[in-house]
């Protein structure tokens, strides 16, 4: 039986809009010139939680606000009965068969965002099943305001999500879009799909959790992305999402590039420097003077790393410093051109000490 879900992986294999013809062949209708589709939107992204398993069909979903954004957080092992609690319908037809497309396996996070104010489509098909309508890629308006929500919170909630788990049960855990739909609500109440899909997949070992800590924890990284500089969760966000290699490293190190420097700038450098010069209370102010001289002329990112070390990232050891060292020699070599593409050994940890950095700050 071909389902919806079929249906909707053909429209997003188009980079270009479809013809009349080709929408018709999907049973899509023309509508009529006095006619329009009209309604409201909200924005459901799936993600799909790498290094975790939770044994739970679904959590309460609960509210939360980031960057004056407002949304709703849905987890559990099945895409259906998460999506059921946040908008009382099921997200596909056949759950097995979109997790065997999408090579995606639970738990899974559904964010909710909306609903925006009414739209008029631009459509000039439109399909009516079961009481709802679907349509292609018809309400850019309403898409975009959503899209901006979505930008103005995922960024810096995937960053934190990720650091807040990764540092709880010392293991890489990431929470990676899958995909995101746009749903309507018409004014005579029917459902409106408006279908544009993107679809990623990788494999990924987990651990069991207890189930009853991941709201806390889920929680407990809203607090932590409401105070995450955007570049670098920004940075961190395309890292983790990217495919490319050379490029998935690239972003982390600029995410750890920019943490460096803004850390370095937080410390009392004074103060630091005191705590150096404690056991010499016989020339503390010459002592004073040379070191901030020194202080101020670093510019050098492996001496800054050290000094956050020092004084600020007090968790990480010698052994951290030296893996910074051995990335930041492969970073040199891709700027030289001597390398075209760090191994997947060195790009994992890359984004370990990211978030290893991050998890007691």
């Known amino acids: 039986m071909r389902t919806w879900f079929d249906e909707k992986r053909q429209l997003a294999k188009t980079s270009m809009g479809l013809s009349k013809s080709a929408l018709e062949s999907l049973g899509y209708k023309p509508l009529a010139p006095s006619e329009s589709v009209k309604g409201t939107f909200t924005r459901i992204d799936v993600l799909v939680i790498q290094g975790i398993t939770l044994n739970a069909a679904y959590l309460p979903p609960f509210e939360e606000e980031i960057n004056g954004i407002s949304f709703r957080i849905g987890i559990g092992d099945s895409l259906n009965e998460v999506c059921k609690q946040l908008v009382g319908e099921e997200f596909v037809d056949d759950e097995e068969h979109w997790k065997k497309e999408t090579k995606s396996t639970p738990p899974f996070m559904l964010l909710l965002f909306g609903p925006t104010s009414e739209y008029v489509g631009s459509a000039t098909h439109y399909k009516e099943h ?15 305001e959503l899209s901006k929500q979505s930008d103005a919170v995922v960024p810096s909630l995937l960053t934190s999500l990720s650091v807040t788990f990764s540092s709880s049960y010392e293991r890489l855990v990431r929470f990676l879009p899958r995909e995101c739909v746009v749903v309507g609500k018409s004014l005579d109440g029917k459902t409106i ?4 899909i993107d679809f990623k997949g990788t494999a990924f070992a987990s651990m069991a959790v207890d189930k009853g800590q991941v709201t806390e924890k ?17 940075f961190y966000y395309l890292g ?27 410390i ?11 056991n010499h ?11 901030e001289t020194h202080r101020d002329s670093w510019q050098n990112l492996r001496h800054r790393f050290v000094w956050c070390i020092m004084h600020k990232w007090t968790h990480l050891t010698d052994a951290d410093v030296q893996q910074f060292g051995r990335l930041k020699a492969v970073r040199d070599k891709i700027s030289h051109g001597s390398l075209t593409e760090p191994d997947a050994a060195t790009v994992r940890e890359i984004e370990a000490l990211m978030l290893r950095i991050q998890g007691s700050s």
């Not at 309508?133 to 975009?144: G, H, L, M, P, Q």
């Not at 889920?218 to 920004?234: C, E, N, P, R, Y």
């Not at 009392?268 to 404690?278: E, K």
């Open 130 to 144: 079961e009481g709802q309508i679907e349509t292609y890629d018809s309400f850019s308006e309403a898409r975009n």
């Open 193 to 196: 799909r408006d279908w544009r």
């Open 218 to 234: 889920a929680i407990q990284s809203i607090t932590k992305a409401k105070t995450l500089d955007k570049k670098i969760a920004k």
């Open 240 to 266: 983790s999402i990217e495919k490319d290699p050379l490029k998935r490293f690239l972003y982390f190190f600029l995410s750890l590039e920019v943490l460096v420097h803004s850390s370095f700038k937080e």
């Open 268 to 278: 009392d450098h004074r103060a630091a420097v005191s705590s150096l010069l404690s």
């Open 281 to 291: 209370p016989h020339a503390k102010d010459s002592g004073q003077k040379l070191l």
